[in-house]
């Protein structure tokens, strides 16, 4: 059974999904290298991943600061029908999120500043450090970024199941609203 298409006030703009596929993106291909290359011995293949992995969380910052930028420039579509608990659990998801977003790329990126390992963008623009170096702080920092990197995963995954139920089970059109439109086939006409 196919879904009518939704009208366009109740889809999200074609920014909005472009920034959240983007992210949805990078953020598994960064939380996937950050495991991996803890697992690694110190090796020239070991740094190449360290540096990737910083690359890929300058990109997330700037693309989390795009994202809500743009989320404040153009409100999303109207919640679709569906329990008040769902509705506010949505919400607090999603700003969880948006804090995490920010908060797992800061504290890597201070992390990355206190044990002296400065930050070059796609080793084309060197970035400020956050803090001084310092050992503790340091070892503070990398305990963090990981707390809170696992705490992004967790929610991504919570945040995947939601939208599953939703389009499985609801059908209720809301995963509809973040995909682009398809143009209709024969059979739908």
Do not use: C
């Amino acid at each position: 059974m196919t879904q009518a298409p939704l009208a366009p006030e109740q889809r999200y703009s074609p920014l909005a999904m472009a920034l959240h596929w983007l992210l949805a993106v990078a953020i598994v291909g960064a939380f996937g290298v950050g495991l991996y290359m803890t697992s690694l011995p110190f090796s020239p293949a070991r740094l190449k991943l360290y540096n990737w992995h910083k690359w890929a969380g300058v990109t997330i910052l700037a693309l989390s600061a795009l994202r809500l930028l743009w989320r404040l420039y153009r409100k999303p579509p109207a919640d679709l029908p569906m329990p008040a608990w769902q509705a506010q659990a949505a919400h607090i998801t999603h700003g969880a999120l948006y804090a995490l977003f920010f908060a797992v790329p800061l504290a890597g990126w201070a992390y990355s500043s206190a044990a002296g390992f400065p930050i070059v963008w796609f080793g084309l623009l060197p970035l400020p450090d956050l803090v001084g170096p310092d050992k503790a702080l340091a070892e503070t920092l990398k305990q963090a970024h990981k707390f809170l990197a696992y705490g992004l995963g967790a929610l991504v995954l919570a945040h995947v199941a939601a939208a599953l139920k939703h389009h499985f089970i609801d059908r209720d059109g809301l995963v509809q609203r973040m995909l682009p439109a398809l143009p209709p086939t024969a059979k739908d006409q």
